[in-house]
């Protein structure tokens, strides 16, 4: 069983850049894939980012390309998401997510475990 809590949400201006953490519980960390994901009010949720398992593989939706940046610190059992030059289309509630199978995946299906989410809201 894995818990995760993420933190580091709140508002930011246009341009503006904030930093997600995702705190994992659990003996295993260090063998899941994680992902972030994120949905807006009235929208679907949407893929964001992935990294593997030993953290030298990462994949991002097209939409935060050369914005964003995922890493994982398998010591502190801690995901990031560094988000910089940040667009209102970037506000939504943030979610991790963790993946036993190990390798980068966009697809939500394969992921196991999910934290709470935290809100980012980015003002034009």
């Known amino acids: 069983q894995v818990q995760l809590v993420e933190s580091g949400g709140g508002l930011v201006q246009a341009g503006g850049s904030l930093r997600l953490s995702c705190a994992a519980s659990?003996?295993?960390?260090?063998?899941?894939?994680m992902g972030w994901f994120r949905q807006a009010p009235g929208k679907e949720r949407d893929f964001v980012a992935t990294?593997?398992?030993?953290?030298?593989?990462?994949y991002y939706a097209e939409s935060v390309e050369g914005r964003f940046t995922i890493s994982r610190d398998n010591a502190k059992k801690t995901v990031y998401l560094q988000m910089n030059s940040l667009k209102p289309e970037d506000t939504a509630v943030y979610s991790c997510?963790?993946?036993?199978?190990?390798?980068?995946?966009?697809?939500?299906?394969?992921?196991?475990?999910w934290g709470q989410g935290t809100q980012v809201t980015v003002s034009s």
């Open positions: 997510a963790a993946s036993m199978k190990g390798q980068t995946t966009w697809r939500e299906r394969e992921y196991d475990y």
């Open positions: 659990g003996r295993t960390f260090s063998s899941y894939a």
């Open positions: 990294i593997n398992w030993g953290g030298d593989s990462t």
